[in-house]
């Protein structure tokens, strides 16, 4: 019996893509011709695509293997947990994203210096609080002086 | 004579020398550096270039790129941690070496050869250039076109995991490169009417993030911390070793040269070349893994002779040779410049001067990389985390310069996501870039011109003699990687039966 796989998730997914850009080339206008129309090489790369990622869903049908099937429930339980990989993995990327959303409320700056602060806090355990001011303050400073004062970049996000 | 002599003229100015020197100093540290490859060092370092002139922009971009390929070797040779893939098969024997007792000889042994593969290099570039110029003035949009199909084509090759996840990439960049306004007739492609879509994805974020970002969310948390072996022992410049295997060296160079030229593909590749080359001619296989000094100049001299090659074909075809001068091809059309076969006519003194420059890398780091391994060392044995959540912060401001918009930092993010996807499925990085990078300006481009140079007719694609053959190796290539990957899956599976759990 066939089964859900990632492999085939990734393929069906992939095949969604393909699809809407060959849907959104047909729609462009022509203009003079077929063969220069902005249209065509997205519909030919569109089309290799969908190709290729039927190619793609035929193999993870028919070379299941190892393996398992999707679990969504199992991936949430999982990250329930706080020591598991997976909400390690989450944490880091939402830690990341929320230092990214903050930039443009509190300024490059403070966040930065924040961030780097928390992040040696939190993840490098091995680094004394103190280190982790002066790393900091030394990113930030660092920053400051080779993009804003060397390079005359203006930092406003 | 005159483009030599402009060259000179631009190089050997005080503040193009401390660019360099910089470059270098800083390429060293940033390749030494676990998890930071060159690529990435090169990515997050060329917004700094922005303000320069474009020459001297790019002199100090191939400073590092130079110096990022060589400072890979060091932590390779001392912590057995490569800094850059390129220098993977250098922590075999470099380790092995210092184990031995040898430290100062195993780094020492690799700046040397680097040093040798390098102007070897540099020299070919140099000669081979202008050949490649005189033969792609014989190629049209058709085999422009089918170039940079073969050239994604060799990338998803020989890049890590399967040809068709590879190839798959290669695809989605073209697509993802024809996100925008079209250049011919304005036409607004996939921008979803977002404004911020309408200039396409600025490649720089995106490199950034595929390769930066994507880098930093799968090693921030992982507190680690590195063991450096003590710089004790044997010389910090051994010629002698590197004379006594003069042809070994020669000849891993001109490998590593010609790996270069391939379009995608890169050190990473020129150096396992070079290294199983050694392997192979040698008279004393049994001391490779145990600490070969043929094995460590087979791997370093290759991997920086591929440098100077992989611009070979970004002169003179303007199709980068691999993923690092992918991103100095990005920069040269954000400075303005276009390179192709009527670029060095008009403009020869960009080949000399991208040879001067990575001439005078090449002396510097020969200088200042054993003398200095043991400085670099102490910078790069910061935990893990730490050395990430500094590189997240240059990610940042890195994507942010590149046009002053924070649009272009949340794009940045989003590639760190595929790019971290991407590592963690088996999907190759180097050919989505690749085709991000040829796929508006090249494969687009020349595929329109070449219609209408053909009145609108498809046929001379697979006419035309050179295209025919492009053509050819490229549908052989696809259609026998997929069978070998459909025949490799089916292997594993009639080996390793299923386990419900």
């Given at each position: 019996?066939?089964?859900?796989?990632?492999?085939?998730?990734?393929?069906?997914?992939?095949?969604?893509?393909s699809i809407y850009v060959i849907i959104a080339s047909l729609q462009l206008p022509i203009?003079?011709?077929w063969?220069?129309s902005p249209g065509l090489?997205p519909l030919i790369?569109g089309i290799?695509?969908?190709?290729?990622?039927?190619?793609?869903?035929?193999?993870?049908?028919?070379?299941?293997?190892?393996?398992?099937?999707?679990?969504?429930?199992?991936?949430?339980?999982?990250?329930?947990?706080?020591?598991?990989?997976?909400?390690?993995?989450?944490?880091?990327?939402?830690?990341?994203?929320?230092?990214?959303?903050?930039?443009?409320?509190?300024?490059?700056?403070?966040?930065?210096?924040?961030?780097?602060?928390?992040?040696?806090?939190?993840?490098?355990?091995?680094?004394?609080?103190?280190?982790?001011?002066?790393?900091?303050?030394?990113?930030?400073?660092?920053?400051?002086?080779?993009?804003?004062?060397?390079?005359?970049?203006?930092?406003?996000? | 004579?005159?483009?030599?002599?402009?060259?000179?003229?631009?190089?050997?100015?005080?503040?193009?020398?401390?660019?360099?020197?910089?470059?270098?100093?800083?390429?060293?540290?940033?390749?030494?550096?676990?998890?930071?490859?060159?690529?990435?060092?090169?990515?997050?370092?060329?917004?700094?270039?922005?303000?320069?002139?474009?020459?001297?922009?790019?002199?100090?971009?191939?400073?590092?790129?130079?110096?990022?390929?060589?400072?890979?070797?060091?932590?390779?040779?001392?912590?057995?941690?490569?800094?850059?893939?390129?220098?993977?098969?250098?922590?075999?024997?470099?380790?092995?070496?210092?184990?031995?007792?040898?430290?100062?000889?195993?780094?020492?042994?690799?700046?040397?050869?680097?040093?040798?593969?390098?102007?070897?290099?540099?020299?070919?570039?140099?000669?081979?250039?202008?050949?490649?110029?005189?033969?792609?003035?014989?190629?049209?949009?058709?085999?422009?076109?089918?170039?940079?199909?073969?050239?994604?084509?060799?990338?998803?090759?020989?890049?890590?995991?399967?040809?068709?996840?590879?190839?798959?990439?290669?695809?989605?960049?073209?697509?993802?490169?024809?996100?925008?306004?079209?250049?011919?007739?304005?036409?607004?492609r996939?921008?979803?009417?977002?404004?911020?879509?309408?200039?396409?994805?600025?490649?720089?974020?995106?490199?950034?993030?595929?390769?930066?970002?994507?880098?930093?969310?799968?090693?921030?948390?992982?507190?680690?911390?590195?063991?450096?072996?003590?710089?004790?022992?044997?010389?910090?410049?051994?010629?002698?070793?590197?004379?006594?295997?003069?042809?070994?060296?020669?000849?891993?160079?001109?490998?590593?040269?010609?790996?270069?030229?391939?379009?995608?593909?890169?050190?990473?590749?020129?150096?396992?070349?070079?290294?199983?080359?050694?392997?192979?001619?040698?008279?004393?296989?049994?001391?490779?893994?145990?600490?070969?000094?043929?094995?460590?100049?087979?791997?370093?001299?290759?991997?920086?002779?591929?440098?100077?090659?992989?611009?070979?074909?970004?002169?003179?075809?303007?199709?980068?040779?691999?993923?690092?001068?992918?991103?100095?091809?990005?920069?040269?059309?954000?400075?303005?410049?276009?390179?192709?076969?009527?670029?060095?006519?008009?403009?020869?003194?960009?080949?000399?001067?991208?040879?001067?420059?990575?001439?005078?890398?090449?002396?510097?780091?020969?200088?200042?990389?054993?003398?200095?391994?043991?400085?670099?060392?102490?910078?790069?044995?910061?935990?893990?985390?730490?050395?990430?959540?500094?590189?997240?912060?240059?990610?940042?401001?890195?994507?942010?310069?590149?046009?002053?918009?924070?649009?272009?930092?949340?794009?940045?993010?989003?590639?760190?996501?595929?790019?971290?996807?991407?590592?963690?499925?088996?999907?190759?990085?180097?050919?989505?870039?690749?085709?991000?990078?040829?796929?508006?300006?090249?494969?687009?481009?020349?595929?329109?011109?070449?219609?209408?140079?053909?009145?609108?007719?498809?046929?001379?694609?697979?006419?035309?003699?050179?295209?025919?053959?492009?053509?050819?190796?490229?549908?052989?290539?696809?259609?026998?990687?997929?069978?070998?990957?459909?025949?490799?899956?089916?292997?594993?599976?009639?080996?390793?039966?299923?386990?419900?759990?």
């Open positions: 019996m066939k089964r859900l796989t990632k492999d085939c998730i990734e393929a069906l997914v992939l095949i969604a893509i203009h003079d011709n063969g220069v090489v790369f290799a695509l969908l190709l290729l990622s039927l190619v793609y869903l035929q193999a993870s049908l028919k070379h299941q293997g190892k393996q398992p099937p999707v679990a969504i429930s199992k991936y949430f339980q999982a990250l329930s947990d706080i020591k598991s990989p997976q909400f390690l993995n989450m944490f880091t990327i939402l830690f990341v994203l929320v230092y990214i959303l903050l930039l443009p409320v509190f300024g490059f700056f403070p966040t930065t210096g924040v961030f780097v602060l928390v992040g040696m806090w939190f993840f490098a355990r091995q680094v004394s609080k103190l280190s982790g001011i002066i790393a900091a303050i030394g990113t930030v400073a660092g920053i400051y002086l080779i993009f804003v004062v060397l390079f005359k970049m203006v930092i406003r996000f | 004579m005159e483009g030599f002599i402009n060259a000179l003229g631009i190089m050997f100015t005080p503040t193009s020398l401390l660019y360099v020197l910089l470059g270098v100093a800083a390429g060293i540290l940033g390749g030494a550096l676990p998890g930071v490859s060159t690529v990435m060092t090169v990515a997050l370092l060329l917004p700094l270039t922005y303000t320069m002139p474009p020459e001297m922009a790019i002199m100090t971009l191939c400073a590092i790129q130079v110096g990022a390929t060589y400072g890979g070797s060091i932590s390779a040779s001392l912590l057995n941690i490569p800094g850059t893939p390129a220098s993977a098969a250098t922590a075999i024997e470099g380790y092995a070496i210092t184990k031995n007792g040898e430290a100062k000889t195993s780094v020492g042994l690799g700046a040397v050869s680097s040093f040798v593969g390098s102007v070897i290099g540099i020299i070919l570039l140099i000669t081979t250039t202008p050949l490649m110029v005189k033969l792609a003035m014989k190629f049209g949009p058709w085999e422009f076109f089918w170039f940079s199909m073969f050239g994604l084509v060799i990338c998803a090759n020989l890049s890590r995991g399967s040809f068709l996840k590879g190839i798959i990439g290669a695809v989605f960049g073209i697509i993802i490169a024809l996100i925008g306004l079209d250049p011919i007739f304005g036409e607004q996939f921008t979803f009417g977002q404004i911020n879509l309408l200039d396409g994805i600025n490649l720089v974020p995106a490199m950034i993030g595929l390769y930066g970002m994507s880098e930093v969310l799968n090693n921030l948390r992982l507190n680690d911390e590195a063991d450096v072996a003590p710089l004790d022992g044997g010389r910090l410049f051994p010629y002698d070793i590197v004379l006594k295997h003069w042809l070994l060296t020669i000849r891993v160079s001109i490998l590593g040269f010609l790996v270069g030229v391939v379009p995608g593909v890169g050190a990473n590749i020129a150096s396992w070349v070079g290294y199983d080359h050694a392997r192979s001619g040698s008279k004393n296989p049994e001391k490779f893994g145990v600490g070969s000094y043929e094995g460590l100049i087979g791997s370093e001299a290759a991997n920086n002779a591929c440098v100077p090659g992989s611009y070979a074909p970004l002169l003179a075809l303007a199709i980068p040779g691999d993923n690092v001068t992918a991103m100095i091809l990005g920069a040269l059309i954000i400075y303005g410049v276009q390179p192709g076969p009527t670029f060095l006519i008009q403009q020869p003194h960009w080949l000399y001067m991208i040879a001067l420059a990575m001439l005078v890398a090449t002396i510097v780091f020969v200088i200042i990389g054993p003398s200095c391994a043991r400085f670099f060392m102490k910078s790069v044995t910061m935990p893990t985390p730490a050395i990430m959540t500094i590189v997240a912060t240059l990610c940042v401001i890195g994507s942010f310069a590149a046009g002053q918009r924070v649009f272009d930092v949340y794009v940045m993010f989003t590639f760190g996501l595929l790019g971290l996807y991407m590592r963690k499925n088996g999907f190759p990085i180097a050919p989505l870039l690749l085709g991000m990078v040829l796929g508006n300006g090249i494969v687009d481009t020349n595929f329109r011109r070449a219609m209408l140079a053909g009145d609108y007719s498809i046929v001379p694609f697979f006419t035309r003699p050179i295209s025919l053959v492009l053509m050819a190796i490229v549908i052989i290539m696809v259609v026998m990687q997929i069978r070998k990957d459909f025949q490799e899956k089916a292997r594993i599976k009639t080996s390793t039966p299923i386990t419900p759990k």
